[in-house]
């Protein structure tokens, strides 16, 4: 199902919405070529086909949050177009983006597509767009969160964790330990990020 933003969708309880899921913003295109065939960019493939399907089957109604200019051969190779049950089309392209204008747009998709919603958001970029959206769809009064796992920050931590795989002996600590303080000062990260950008914001 495709729909412009102003289109009402009131009924839907908890949805998990992608934000540019574009292999122009991603990197990552969809079709086969030397970069996808690295495994870390495989292992973050795979891991994200599982967390949706997760999602999927917990309820979550799975959401695409496009560019006006984005077709079916521009989705990600992370974030297959057949994944997604809605897809919803912003009015900006992906040249003509500006964070102005996304946020003014923000400002009528989140009452008029996600009301009554919790939300959770993935995507790209965890800084950027995505941390926009979720400030803006508190500052409505949304319940709405960051899976920084669906986000471009997962794979910082996965090129960390490969890392600190090389090291030996006594200079090799506990992987899980060390990945749970860097995730945990990422959130902590991404909350700094939506609690400034909630106040550009007025429903």
Known sequence: MERNQGQENLMRRSTLVIIFPDERTTLLP?????????????????????????????????TALVYADT???HFSYI?????????????LTYNRWKRKDYQDELLSLIPSCFEKSNLVAGGYHAD???????AAAREYGLSAKVDLKLTDKFT???ISHEARKMLTGNMLGDHRVDDTHIWKSFYESIEDTINTNRRNFSF
Do not use: W
């Not at 974030?79 to 009015?91: L, V």
């Open 30 to 62: 969809p079709s086969d070529n030397e970069l996808i065939k690295d495994p870390a960019v495989k292992t973050y493939h795979d891991i994200s086909i599982k967390l949706i399907e997760r999602y999927k089957r917990e309820g979550y109604q799975i």
């Open 71 to 73: 077709d079916k051969n």
């Open 79 to 91: 974030y297959p177009p057949e994944m997604f049950s809605e897809i919803i089309r912003s009015k």
């Open 128 to 134: 950027d767009c995505v941390a926009i959206f979720v």
């Open 156 to 158: 910082f931590l996965l």
